[in-house]
């Protein structure tokens, strides 16, 4: 497997808290993706991020922020998380357009 | 993804018979087009991909067939058994930008 974990794997919030996702790579790949997973939708892109502090919105970004300071390091922040973002969230990286995307372990964060 | 369709949602099949799922694109640029392959609780995993510039990639049991024209692409899988039940996943790289967008997911159910 790529080297890709994501943290925390699992998490329980309160509506209305912050929420921070980290996704930490160890393949120099210059891009990262944070997907969310839901029934019915397949995988959506969030935001995603073709190199440091160079980030760009996906189809479903309201509600979501992103940063990257690091190549290693794609941070996804929900600024007050709702329970309709209740989801399982993937991380992927890829090393250049055109390539395999490497995805992370998932983490099922659900809002209360 | 907003700009892949994918059918059928759901597809059962004797173990043994082929299984078949459709995509179709919208951008006339799009260049790359990878299938995922992801078994329950687990992450998604590239299991074939074909480029533009290929109409047909074969790798033993699984085959991806690509009709520029008709902007669609076809997963094959002939001889099925139980372990390739999963969700299946199509992706397109639009050109012009570095995301892959996803269709919504065939399950495949394979019956022994």
């Known amino acids: 497997d790529a080297g890709i974990t994501q943290s925390p794997r699992h998490k329980v919030t309160e509506t209305g808290t912050p929420v921070t996702l980290r996704c930490h790579q160890t393949e120099n790949h210059r891009y990262m993706y944070w997907y969310r997973q839901d029934p019915g939708h397949g995988l959506r892109l969030i935001h995603y991020?073709?190199?440091?502090?160079?980030?760009d919105k996906g189809e479903v970004s309201d509600g979501y922020s992103v940063s990257r300071s690091k190549t290693e390091d794609f941070l996804l922040t929900l600024e007050s998380a709702t329970s309709s973002q209740t989801s399982v969230y993937f991380c992927?990286?890829?090393?250049?357009?055109?390539?395999?995307?490497?995805f992370g372990q998932g983490t099922r964060l659900t809002v209360v | 993804g907003e700009n892949v369709e994918q059918h059928p949602s759901t597809l059962s099949v004797q173990e043994g018979d082929s299984a078949v799922i459709k995509c179709t694109y919208s951008?006339?640029?799009?260049?790359?087009f990878p299938w995922y392959k992801q078994e329950l609780g687990k992450r998604p995993q590239l299991i074939i991909d074909i480029r533009s510039n290929v109409g047909e990639k074969k790798d033993q049991r699984i085959a991806v067939t690509l009709n520029k024209t008709a902007k669609h692409f076809s997963l094959h899988i002939t001889e099925t058994q139980p372990e390739d039940s999963a969700v299946y996943f199509c992706a397109d790289e639009p050109g012009g930008y570095q995301k892959v967008t996803f269709g919504t997911g065939t399950k495949l159910q394979v019956i022994p």
């Open positions: 992927a990286i890829t090393p250049d357009r055109g390539r395999e995307a490497f």
């Open positions: 951008d006339s640029a799009s260049n790359y």
């Open positions: 991020s073709y190199g440091v502090k160079d980030t």
